[in-house]
């Protein structure tokens, strides 16, 4: 048997890096092995992916040295940042730039660079529709765009992978549907009834997983998503699985920017430019080809079903 190709998976223990570390490690083919890179190896979330017989290393996005050992003989890899972890785009550039750095000393063949669109192109400084956050509009996205030109300029082999909403975040990110004053729960969003590009985060590792396996999408940007969906649209299918009406509640940029809660106006300017640009923000993201990527791909109402009992607990429903 062929020496299987080691794709070195920059955090392995989070959302992203674990579908796909799950997802090498499931392929009965063998042809590739999953070197998971986590700050911890003796975390339960790292010991659980060794469980699957994951390579486990121990590195820091932070520490530069530590990445360049961490991909040393591998294929490819699968690069990452967590802007939630520090709220800092200046501190997620240098963390893409030490990736950058790093996937070209060691010579990949193959690296995806999870990125978002960086939303100064179609906003500039001096565009009045949102406010600006420092340099950015959408910190978590800008920097992550703006980080781009890093394996670009490093003439790395890269395929750059635009994700989506994850629906995830109806269960760990605050944004289950709560009770309002009338009892009744419902979902908050500043989106109208523009849809939203949505997708279950296992899915975003699968989809990795399949442009991995297509060496001739190195230089390509693919978007992904399991479905475009407005507000209204996800909260009939919560009222479904959970048993209980769900309205949407469609609320202004400005009314969610002023939530309160750590990230608000980030999340306030990305809904924003969600709902403003949606042409292009969702033709960037084809469900067709998602598919081909990924032919387990799950619509909402699969992923509901799936995780009814946690979503239930999310919603306070026991």
């Known amino acids: 048997m ?3 190709k080691i794709i070195a998976v920059v955090g392995a223990t989070g959302a992203q890096g674990g ?7 499931a392929d009965p083919s063998g042809q590739f092995q999953a070197r998971a890179l986590t700050r911890d190896v003796n975390s339960p979330a790292a010991q659980a992916l060794a469980a699957l017989g994951a390579e486990l290393v121990a590195a820091n996005v932070d520490d530069a040295e530590s990445l360049r050992r961490a991909f040393e003989g591998a294929y490819g890899a699968y690069c990452v940042t967590f802007f939630w972890d520090h709220f800092s785009p200046e501190r997620e550039l240098a963390q893409a730039r030490a990736m950058a750095d790093a996937a070209k000393a060691t010579g990949l063949q193959h690296v995806i660079w999870s990125t978002l669109e960086d939303t100064r192109d179609y906003l500039d400084l001096h565009d009045e529709r949102m ?4 340099l950015y509009r959408v910190p978590h996205f800008d920097a992550k765009g703006e980080a781009n030109g890093f394996f670009r300029a490093a003439r790395v082999p890269t395929t750059f992978l635009l994700t989506s909403f994850y629906w995830d975040n109806f ?10 004053p009338d009892g009744v729960r419902a979902i908050t969003l500043p989106m109208d009834e523009v849809p939203l590009p949505g997708i279950a985060a296992e899915d975003i590792g699968r989809c990795a997983y399949g442009i991995l396996q297509r060496p001739e999408l190195v230089g390509q940007t693919i978007g992904i998503a399991g479905e475009h969906l ?6 009939a ?12 509640n469609a609320i202004s940029p400005d009314a969610y920017r002023g939530l309160g809660f750590p990230g608000a106006e980030d999340l306030g300017n990305m809904f924003q430019f969600k709902r403003d ?3 292009v923000f ?7 080809r998602s598919r081909e990527l990924n032919p387990q791909l799950q619509t909402f109402a699969q992923w509901l079903a799936a995780h009814r009992e946690p979503l239930r607990a999310a919603s306070g429903l026991g």
């Open 2 to 4: 062929a020496e299987r």
């Open 131 to 134: 406010p600006l956050i420092g």
């Open 277 to 279: 640009f949606s042409p």
């Open 171 to 180: 269960i760990g990110f605050g944004m289950a549907p709560q009770p309002g």
């Open 230 to 235: 407005t507000g209204t649209q996800m909260a």
């Open 237 to 248: 299918a919560l009222a479904t699985t959970l048993g209980c009406e769900v309205r949407y």
């Open 282 to 288: 969702c033709a960037a993201r084809s469900v067709a």
């Open 19 to 25: 579908g796909l570390v799950r997802a090498i490690q």
